[in-house]
């Protein structure tokens, strides 16, 4: 079992920057943010995995920064030059299996541990 505590949302005006964590209660190979927004499927925002390689969604593609210190279990969104599409709710998601090639997988499915979920919102 793997508990993910999320944090950090808010709300900010288009162009603003936000941080979000997430806090796993252990070691997983892989982590991942996902968003979904009121009437939308969630998506996913990026993944990392143990050795620090990451992918991102087109869409915030040189917007958006993830990391994790791997000592603490902690994973980062951050989040710059918001725009009010940005706006959802941000789970964190974790799976400990390891991914033998490539990064870690971008289905919702994969992951089977989710935090709670923390509030974007992005005002024009």
């Known amino acids: 079992q793997v508990q993910l505590v999320d944090s950090g949302g808010g709300s900010v005006q288009t162009g603003g920057s936000l941080t979000l964590s997430c806090a796993a209660s252990?070691?997983?190979?892989?982590m991942a943010w996902f968003r979904q927004a009121p009437g939308r499927e969630r998506e996913r925002v990026g993944s990392?995995?143990?050795?620090?390689?990451?992918s991102y969604a087109d869409s915030v593609e040189g917007r958006f920064a993830i990391s994790k210190d791997n000592d603490k279990n902690i994973l980062y969104l951050q989040m710059n030059s918001l725009k009010p599409e940005d706006t959802a709710m941000y789970y964190c998601?974790?799976?400990?299996?390891?991914?033998?090639?490539?990064?870690?997988?971008?289905?919702?499915?994969?992951?089977?541990?989710w935090g709670q979920g923390t509030q974007v919102t992005v005002s024009s």
């Open positions: 998601a974790a799976e400990p299996r390891t991914v033998l090639a490539g990064t870690c997988p971008n289905d919702v499915a994969y992951y089977n541990y």
């Open positions: 990392i995995d143990q050795v620090g390689r990451t």
């Open positions: 252990r070691y997983t190979y892989c």
